[in-house]
């Protein structure tokens, strides 16, 4: 590698947090980041890294895009027939961070995901582009394919097939709706000294605890 890695870094100090700044329900403050970083036009503010375990316990990660926040609970669309679908068939442990680098700042979301009602999964798909819905159709997401024509051409001919009439939404695409049980918010400092708060649930008196982590 021709470019020195080591000496890539940057000083982090566009904000600060303190415990008073901390409500004791963590989601209005997380709402109110997600709109910081939506109103700051960071890139893909919605954008978060999905994190799962595979039944032989190898942890991956993609990203997808957020699509509601409702009831305390984070919501995600995808192919439930995916790798990460078929992950959380076997372990609904999920993981979800959310990285806005302009602001400095990082959220990571640990939680139980489950599938969204029917209802709920197709009101969302007849709100997306009719290609969008089309592709939804023919993708077998995460399985191998032989070139890009082969998917090009299902395309195609499922875009004709529904012409002028509302696109179903296919049963293996839908939903995930992720209860947190853990949420630690990151805000970069100087000198490394990052301040970082984690509220973890507890089910037992049914609220969240706060404390503070070393950076
Ligand atoms: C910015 C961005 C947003 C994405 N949004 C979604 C999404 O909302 N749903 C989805 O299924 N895939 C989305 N993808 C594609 C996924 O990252 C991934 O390739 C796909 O879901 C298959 O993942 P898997 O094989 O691990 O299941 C997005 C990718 C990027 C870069």
Partial sequence: M??????????YAKGGLKVSDMPDNPLPLFEKWLNEAIEAQTAEPTAVLVGTVSPEGTPSTRTVLLKALREGKFVFYTNYESRKGTHLA??????LSFVW???????HVEGIASKVSAQESDAYFQ????????GARISPQSRPIANRMEIMRKFVAEAARWLGKEVERPSNWGGYEVEPLRIE?????PS?????????????DNSWKLERLAP
């Fill in 101 to 107: 680098h302009e602001l400095e700042r990082q959220v």
């Fill in 127 to 134: 709100t997306r582009p009719y290609k969008s819905r089309i």
């Fill in 192 to 204: 490394r000294l990052h301040d970082r708060f984690l509220y973890t649930f507890s089910a037992q």
């Fill in 2 to 11: 021709k470019i020195n890695l080591a000496n890539i870094r940057q000083e």
């Fill in 185 to 189: 918010f990151w805000q970069g400092r």
């Fill in 90 to 95: 076997n372990n609904p442990h999920i993981s």
